[in-house]
């Protein structure tokens, strides 16, 4: 069977964009192959976080992955910080790994504007701990969102030199994109990716809005000054991602839709698609309450989970270390 490993960051409530383009993809995925998914803990700090609220939304994080159908028996489901080869195995990467490519990465240049003159180390080695957690299960594929795709290519790049300096280590992981793939751009600025971390919360839908909000930020979501439901992502970006977003709720073509809204005004459209978006979400919440009311099971889900993990993890960190000239005792 075939592994697939992908992470999500405790960074904020996870977004419709997150389920859309990432974990609504890897529900199904645990059919056919063997499945890790991870609570990236240790990518959140590349950023400034609050540590009460870092460790509530890992519990959060957990409880919502299982709410949207990650089977912790079926799959690894655990948190990053508890494994600790991910940390060491980041630093030899980082000893293989250039300035250069690390500088090109597009999610380092939009985040790292926002920190102003206090950009992080860690921010820019970012894509190197990403590399890190995919190359030590030996992955084939990585379920990501299209923003993703340059550091899964990173990864390739960093492992084949390790691979090529020493002898065959690490597979060559591939980024595997959903049937829709879908791109899930902000509400307010649709030609922003939607993110968890805007500081703008009409940007962003959360899996947790109620749907009187859910529907009010499709209410205020920006489209333009025409009157067409029409897709066309370069002249009608508002538009035309509250039509990816119904065709994700809907499974409606776009096709389909633009025919659904002949004649009618926006209004109408964003009141459907608001209300096919709390309907999604219905379901989600209700398991997710359930599943956090009970901590204890959470935490023993991740001790459990974190066992499996390192045990995977640590048969490479080995391999590594003793390529790279260390002591293994
Ligand atoms: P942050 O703003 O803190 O980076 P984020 O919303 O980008 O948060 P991540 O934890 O970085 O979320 O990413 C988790 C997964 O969700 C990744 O696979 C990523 O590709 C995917 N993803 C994130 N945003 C979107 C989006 N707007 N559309 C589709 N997929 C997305
Ligand atoms: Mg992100």
Redesign the pocket.
Known sequence: KKIVY????P??TF?I??Y???MKNWVPMQEAYDCLYCVVDLHAITVPQVPADLRRRTYESLAILMAVGIDPDKSILYVQSHVPAHTELTWILNCFSYMGELSRMTQYKDKSKKQGNNIRVGLFDYPVLMAADILLYQSDLV??????KQHVELARDIASRFNQQFSPTFKLPEPYFGETG????SLQEPGR??????ENINGFVSLLDDPDTVIRKFKRAVTDSDTEVRHDRENKPGVSNLMEIYNCTTGRSLEAIQREFEGKGYGDFKLAVGESVAETLRPIQEEYKRLLADKGYLESVMKQNAERAAKIAYKTLMKVRKKTGFINL
């Open positions: 992908s992470g999500i960051q960074s904020g977004t964009g997150n859309f383009g990432a379920p990501v969102g299209n923003d993703q879908a791109r899930i751009m990716k939607m993110s968890k971390s805007d």
